[in-house]
């Protein structure tokens, strides 16, 4: 097996066929693997990154591609080098991209065999997040861990809530509490009352005509002064706008938008990755809080996707407690630590080893302690 780290633009985009063609090529191709979705994100995040883009061949075939980046950071306050995937806050899950059977095993044997003799001096810990239970990096580690004297680690660091989708929309009510039918029956009528309502999907070659309506309500949201908002940042903005102008990126992307009285007023974008709707953004004009436009938006929402034929609706990655009100069913994100046999390497090792201890035999000293919450 030969193994090239791609760590320059150039040699990014020239790798867009190949990288198409493996991730094709695999039983499930993740919208957030796609070569043009990585390309957007790298863009914003280039700027306080290194590209390590790590291609594992078989000859000249591609077997496997490990979309990652170089970061210098801290972990328990402890100055490491940092390899993760190139993490975007859009990024719903993350994983390498890979060819199925034994050459896949061998594939990744390889990389790691690499990272820890010719690229050792390169990082302290490789840091991967975002990873679902099913993905091809969870498999691999599981028939190779035992190969190597340091085993790389596996954790639920994280939930993601989901309404599974079968059924129809009158199920998933009647299965909620009265409290939560009688909530949705007043927002409806609190947002009838307020004049002409509308709410639009848009999609496909229409999706150009929401961006204007999309940005709009996100300068008028709350998230604008906290720094979070898609319009509060020129990068932040250009990523959602070099989404829309690609065509693979753009063909999965769906934005909803709701007018009052031909004015929007809130919004929603997603991305549909084969049966699972991932919600990626949601925002509503801060001046019309009283009257709930999110939350009658989430609900004309789900409507229109139950009996569609999708298996879950995501609300994507983070525990928001007003995505409890919608559901209490969630599934797991894992994350993997593998620890270099540098100096910082095994001191964070020992340091990460002792805070798991801690926490498991302590929780609520630990809590103190780390302020947990």
């Known amino acids: 097996m030969q193994i090239q780290c791609i760590d320059n633009n150039g040699d990014f985009l020239k790798l867009r066929d190949e990288w198409h063609a493996l991730w094709r090529g695999t039983a499930n191709p993740s919208y957030f693997l796609s070569h043009d979705w990585i390309r957007c994100c790298w863009q914003e995040l280039q700027s306080t990154n290194s590209l390590r883009i790590f291609v594992v061949r078989n000859g000249v075939q591609p077997v496997l591609i490990a979309p990652w980046m170089r970061s210098r950071g801290f972990q328990l306050k402890l100055p490491v080098k940092l390899l993760t995937f190139i993490d975007h806050p859009e990024t719903q899950a993350a994983d390498i991209i890979c060819m199925a059977g034994p050459q896949a095993d061998e594939a990744f044997g390889s990389l790691i065999r690499h990272l820890l003799r010719e690229g050792s001096s390169d990082w302290d810990l490789l840091a991967l997040d975002k990873i679902g239970s099913g993905s091809s990096i969870v498999q691999l580690l599981e028939r190779i861990q035992y190969s190597f004297r340091s085993r790389p680690q596996l954790r639920s660091d994280n939930k993601v809530f989901i309404i599974p989708l079968h059924g129809t929309w009158e199920e998933y009510q009647g299965a909620r509490s009265a409290r939560f039918r009688k909530t949705t029956r007043n927002v409806a ?27 709009s309500v996100a300068d008028a949201s709350w998230k604008l002064s906290s720094g979070v908002a898609i319009t509060s940042s020129k990068g932040r903005t250009k990523f959602f706008e070099d989404l829309i102008a690609t065509a693979v990126t753009a063909k999965g992307l769906r934005i909803w938008i709701l007018e009052i009285n031909g004015k929007a007023i809130a919004s929603e974008t997603q991305v549909v990755d084969g049966r699972t709707v991932y919600a990626l953004r949601s925002d509503y004009d801060e001046r019309y809080a009283e009257s709930s436009p999110g939350a009658y938006l989430q609900i004309e ?47 964070l ?13 302590f929780p609520r000293l630990f809590d103190g302690l780390f302020q947990v919450k």
């Not at 307020?194 to 929401?210: F, L, Q, R």
């Not at 995501?314 to 928001?320: A, D, K, S």
């Open 301 to 347: 929402i789900l409507k229109s996707l139950f009996g569609r034929g999708f298996q879950e609706y995501n609300f994507g990655v983070g525990l928001n407690p007003y995505k409890a009100r919608w559901t209490d069913q969630h599934v797991p994100l894992l994350s993997l630590r593998f620890y270099n046999e540098t100096f910082n390497g095994r001191l």
């Open 189 to 215: 009528n609190r947002m009838t009352r307020m004049g002409k309502v509308e709410v639009k999907c848009y999609s496909g070659m229409d999706i150009n005509d929401a961006v204007r309506k999309l940005f």
């Open 349 to 361: 090792r020992s340091l990460d080893h002792g805070k798991v201890l801690m926490r498991s035999r």
